[in-house]
Every structure is written in C-alpha cells, then in structure tokens.
C-alpha cells in the first residue's frame, strides 16, 4: 500500500469515528447522556457489576481511565459505587433503578445510530471490511477489547 493510501485509510478510519460519535452524541443528547456516557451504561448494565479498571478495559476512551465519566454518572444518580461482597477493598460499579431506566433507553437510540451506520454502510461488503479492519488491530490491545464488547453486544 502505498503512503498516500495509507494516509487516506487512517484520515478515512478517523471521520468515520467522529461521524458515527457525532451520530450517537446526537442521539443522546434527548436523554441528557452523551454518547460515552450511554456506552459507558450499558457496558455497566451487560458486564456489571464491575470495577472502575474492569469497565475501563471495555471502553474505547481517550484517556483510558474512566473516572470523571463514573463519577458524572454517579453524580446523576445513574450509577452507585460498592464495596464487594467478597472483597471490601474492590469497589463495584452497578446501575440504580434510574440507570437501568437511561439503559433501556440508550439501547433504543443506539439502535437508531446502528440503522444509521447500517444505512452508510449498505453498499459494503461488511465481512471483509471486518477482515481488514481485525487485521490491522491484531496483536494490539483493542483485538481483545473489540472481541468482548462483540460478545457482550451479542449476549
């Protein structure tokens, strides 16, 4: 592949995300969630409880650590932290009755933004836009995180 490709794939990779982000944000917003907010409720809601390092190891996040997220959603009543059963030292994250509430409810948005991207996408051969994608991401850390949030997604 030459370098002007290359370019072109990862400038292509990058709009992609920040449309798809802009699309979720949009869909969001009605609920008084943005869309990392949402992700972060219903990966709590699917994996839960779970610790704070646990649920940053499902997200896609720019920094990697998703405290200030956590505590705007704790903030909003949305999620509690508590000291786990087995282990007073761990501190799980589960989802309130108004969390589970917002949950359902960015579930039916994502849905929108998934017929959305689906939309965008019709005319693509999605499996082997999959192979290449999943060939670029071997061997890095988000090939395990893509392959578990895939498996909470599905279950």
């Not at 499902?58 to 009543?77: K, M, T, Y």
């Not at 949950?103 to 965008?120: L, N, T």
């Not at 991401?137 to 090939?143: A, F, N, S």
């Amino acid at each position: 592949m030459s370098e002007p490709a290359l370019f072109e794939v990862a400038l292509s990779v990058k709009a992609i995300t920040r449309e798809l982000e802009r699309l979720a944000n949009e869909a969001m917003r009605p609920l008084g969630l943005t869309g990392a907010q949402a992700d972060a409720l219903l990966v709590i809601e699917q994996a839960g409880p779970l610790s704070l390092k646990e649920l940053g190891e499902l997200l896609i996040a720019e920094s990697g650590h998703p405290s200030r997220l956590v505590d705007r959603l704790v903030a909003a009543g949305l999620v509690e932290r508590h000291d786990a059963a087995e282990d007073r030292r761990r501190v799980e994250l589960k989802l309130t009755t108004s969390g589970r509430r917002a949950a359902k409810r960015a579930r039916a948005a994502r849905g929108a933004v998934m017929q959305a991207g689906a939309a965008m996408m019709a005319s693509l051969d999605l499996e082997q836009s999959l192979e290449l994608l999943r060939g670029v991401l071997r061997g890095t850390p988000y090939e395990d995180l893509i392959r578990r949030r895939t498996e909470l997604y599905r279950s």
